[in-house]
């Protein structure tokens, strides 16, 4: 967690240096609901920092290749429910740090709102489209380089969702 995202996993206690999207986005989406709850500091400084380096690495576009960090393997794969997910997260913090940090919140909204309607771009007959396919724990990065545009993910439906949902929370 030195850089402020999670990495997917290890590999006989070896770390695997990927920054899945998808899964910095569950981890961000459950932050933001606890800390909507306790206020809990420890969550606080937790999913501020990761959303804040996801902020510093979101293109002008508000999608995110497949890892965030974008190493060569999977650079322009664009994967439209990590954004979705993050752009959720971002919003709901957003307005959880209104009042006690005005410059992050501000950060985190407007890169909330730009993964959010970024991701919902590719909404194409009610369906999220570039959404990476299940994805187990890769070895090597080109190992998250499956997008399915050919029939819909549930998971990606369902940030796809969360992603609307926080936008009309927050607007």
Aim: net charge negative.
């Amino acid at each position: 967690f030195r850089s402020g995202l999670l990495v997917h996993g290890t590999n006989q206690g070896v770390r695997i240096g990927c920054h899945w999207g998808r899964a910095n986005a569950w981890f961000a989406m459950a932050g933001a609901d606890i800390l909507a709850v306790t206020g809990a500091p420890e969550v606080r400084d937790r999913l501020v920092r990761l959303l804040l380096v996801a902020a510093r690495l979101q293109p002008a576009h508000g999608v995110w290749d497949v890892l965030l960090d974008s190493p060569p393997e999977v650079r322009g794969l664009l994967e439209t429910s990590a954004a979705a997910g993050l752009g959720a997260a971002a919003l709901r913090t957003a307005t959880l740090l209104a009042d006690d940090d005005p410059a992050a919140s501000a950060t985190l909204r407007e890169s909330g709102e730009r993964a959010a309607l970024g991701a919902l771009a590719y909404v194409e007959d009610g369906i999220l489209t570039r959404v990476s396919a299940g994805t187990v724990l890769q070895l090597i990065p080109f190992g998250y380089s499956v997008i399915r545009d050919d029939r819909w993910q549930p998971w990606g439906q369902g940030l796809a969702m969360e992603a609307l949902a926080a936008w009309r929370e927050t607007h």
